[in-house]
């Protein structure tokens, strides 16, 4: 006995397999592990009696020197081992790849009809979604896809009827197949709707090596495939063809089961009014087949547009936020996107008004919007919640808002959310729009000529109430919602309360290094967040510093600002600890906390270094990001 077919595994498999499990381990959740094991005991359970019947066949063998000898329905240990580890690889490879993406929007949907031609001429949406998924091309394919499938199980049955050389490729195929169409014929809308890399990297990369290692199995002699039996076709070397075509077919299987799980995860976390409960951790195969028999024409097509807004927003807008996403997972990773999406439009709205004027008009209908839209809730019973966008006319018609506005705030989650903090939250803008309005100067340069009084944040507490304001209350909303999300956690309700408080600091430092770090920035629109009473013991005032913020005073009072958001970090980082697990909740915000406060620390790193001046942003690179994300998603 030589151990050859061990050998395959200590030497190739078994590290991959570990090397894979050390890069996934930051990102992987309850759910991930949940589908592997789905996963392994589908494909060993169906690769037994098939391998055993291939061996009782002599389509291929072993020498008994290759093997230790233990044996399961005459498969031996090292062959039975070989399905587990290949199903955890390519697994493991689409996993990490689907991290990238929200499954719920990528959902096929039916072209909206649109509504009456005057609403539609007076606010046209723009094509902006992540995918413009053509519901009869989806179709189209889909059938193409099964008419391929079905014509190789018929190829496969006709090769297996003769016998002879094609009997292994026949077995492969009419064993294969219906399991490929089946899964297709389930998901093939989703697998057609991801990115063209979530489906082909976990198929094609696992293949290739796979290739690379049977090649120099067949070459050592570990196993040795009938010539009898095969077509004896080389795809290269060593490796006969109908081996390639094993690792293809069932690396197309692993990743075709693995994504009609995602697809059923897709349907039952994106539609809550449909499947209006709570998710279990570990679905159970009903739940999964009810999502996955939930057809295209029931989907609500426009939660699912707005979600892909949403998105792209996110990703347009916020690195720090983007990665985070990735390790939140369920309804809690789409209630965090949509919260975003809220946040950053009602930030935008007053950002981008033509005048304060109007900009103080737009608040003020989205003020009235917000109150309705939650009051609404409150006074309808849950039952008539079923379909909340019947209720009421467009909220961009009914309140002149913008369109992306209204859809944000008639996707948000406000069934799970406190109105108080979103009050908070407009409160914050207006306070933005107390400073003076900038004006052109003959060097047609921006100053603001009005007095110093005007600026809004005048003491520390001032700075404090607008940090908790635009910030703060994000942080007990998004905590609202972690709550909501895991609420068989046996957190007590004084436990609950000291997190969120915890919670609305931590907004508050990473505001405060948000400030730091825009001090340039906010100077050009006019704003200065530094303390009127701070900027006096250096003889300054707002508006020198809105004109020349470049100035060796500012830099030490942006340390101090920082040192403030240092310490409240460290006070309350602990705290985080303490948040539930469930959908990625604890790590997923350990690792936007992290990499919010890296911010912070590249300023004053660079601060001592005398290094950079006030104007510059201080960005942290790429790498440096990534690497503070995943030390704090390890820990
Ligand atoms: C994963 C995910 C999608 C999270 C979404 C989080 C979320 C809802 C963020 C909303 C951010 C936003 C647009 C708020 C509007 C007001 C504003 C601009 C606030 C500043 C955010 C940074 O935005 P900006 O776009 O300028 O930043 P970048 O361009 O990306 O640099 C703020 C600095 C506030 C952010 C505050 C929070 C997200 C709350 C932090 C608190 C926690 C995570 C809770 C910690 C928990 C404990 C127990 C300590």
């Given amino acids: 006995m030589d151990f050859r077919n061990n050998f395959s595994h200590t030497k190739y498999t078994v590290p991959l397999a570990l090397g894979l499990t050390g890069l996934a381990y930051p990102f992987k959740t309850g759910i991930d592990n949940y589908k592997i094991i789905y996963l392994l005991v589908i494909a060993v359970a169906a690769t037994i009696p098939w391998d055993s019947h291939l061996l009782k066949n002599n389509v291929w063998g072993y020498p008994e020197r290759a093997v230790i000898g233990l044996t399961y329905w005459k498969i031996p240990i090292e062959e039975l081992f070989f399905f587990v580890v290949q199903t955890y690889i390519t697994s493991l490879v689409c996993i990490l790849m689907g991290k990238s993406i929200v499954p719920s929007a990528y959902l096929p949907t039916l072209p909206i009809t649109p509504p009456s031609p005057s609403i ?23 059938l193409f896809g099964a008419i391929l499938v079905i014509a190789l199980i018929a190829i496969g049955s006709r090769l297996t009827q003769k016998g002879g050389h094609g009997t292994y490729m026949g077995l492969i195929l009419v064993w294969a197949g219906p399991i490929i169409l089946f899964l297709w014929s389930l998901s093939f809308q989703y697998i057609l709707s991801i990115p063209r890399r979530n489906v082909l990297i976990p198929i094609f990369l696992p293949t290739l090596y796979l290739w690379f290692v049977d090649t120099l199995a067949l070459k050592n002699g570990t196993w040795v495939i009938n010539p009898e039996k095969s077509f004896e076709l080389k795809l290269w070397g060593y490796l006969d063809i109908e081996e390639a075509v094993f690792f293809l077919v069932t690396n197309t299987l692993i990743t075709f089961g693995q994504l009609a799980f995602d697809h059923a995860l897709a349907v039952i976390n994106g539609f809550p009014e449909t499947f209006n409960f709570e998710i279990p951790s570990w679905p159970s195969v009903f739940l999964m087949i009810s999502g ?22 996110l990703q347009h807008k916020s690195r720090s936020f983007s990665l985070a996403s990735s390790v939140f997972e369920g309804r809690l990773r789409i209630d965090l996107v949509l919260l975003y999406a809220f946040c950053r439009n009602a930030d935008d709205l007053i950002d981008e008004a033509e005048t304060p004027e109007e900009a103080r008009k737009a608040l003020s209908r989205l003020s009235q919007a917000v109150s309705n839209t939650f009051g609404q809730h409150q006074s309808c019973e849950k039952s008539m919640l079923q379909s909340r966008d019947s209720l009421k006319a467009p909220i961009s018609m009914l309140y002149d808002l913008p369109e992306e506005m209204a859809a944000s705030l008639e996707t948000l989650p406000v069934e799970n959310l406190p109105l108080r903090p979103v009050q908070g939250l407009l409160e914050g803008f207006e306070m933005d729009l107390q400073f003076p309005p900038l004006e052109k100067t003959n060097q047609n340069a921006f100053s603001t000529n009005l007095s110093d009084d005007k600026f809004p944040i005048k003491t520390e507490r001032d700075l404090e109430r607008y940090a908790y304001c635009v910030a703060g209350t994000v942080a007990e909303l998004l905590l609202n919602l972690v709550f909501h999300h895991s609420p068989s956690s046996d957190i007590t309700t004084k436990e609950r309360e ?12 990473l505001q405060y290094i948000n400030i730091s770090r825009d001090i340039a920035k906010d100077a050009l629109m006019g704003r200065c967040y530094l303390p009127t009473a701070w900027l006096v013991e250096y003889k300054l005032t707002p508006s020198m510093v809105v004109q020349k913020p470049d100035q060796p005073e500012i830099r030490v009072l942006r340390k101090k600002l920082l040192d403030i958001a240092m310490s409240l970090y460290y006070e309350n980082k602990t705290m985080i600890e303490r948040l539930p697990e469930h959908c990625g909740a604890r790590k997923g915000i350990r690792g936007a906390v992290e990499n919010y406060v890296e911010i912070g620390r590249v300023l004053l790193e660079k601060d001592g270094n005398g290094e950079m001046p006030i104007g510059d942003q201080a960005t942290v690179s ?3 990001r990534l690497w503070v994300f995943v030390k704090a998603l390890c820990r």
């Fill in 498 to 509: 000291d997190i969120i408080q915890a919670g609305v600091n931590m907004g508050i430092a």
């Fill in 292 to 313: 996955l028999s939930l057809r295209v024409k029931q989907y609500p097509s426009k939660r699912i547009l707005d979600l892909r807004d949403a998105i792209v927003k």
């Fill in 120 to 142: 539609e001429e007076a606010k046209p949406k723009k094509p902006k979604h992540i995918i413009q998924n053509d519901y009869k091309t989806l179709r189209r394919l889909g």
């Fill in 622 to 624: 790429k790498t440096r």
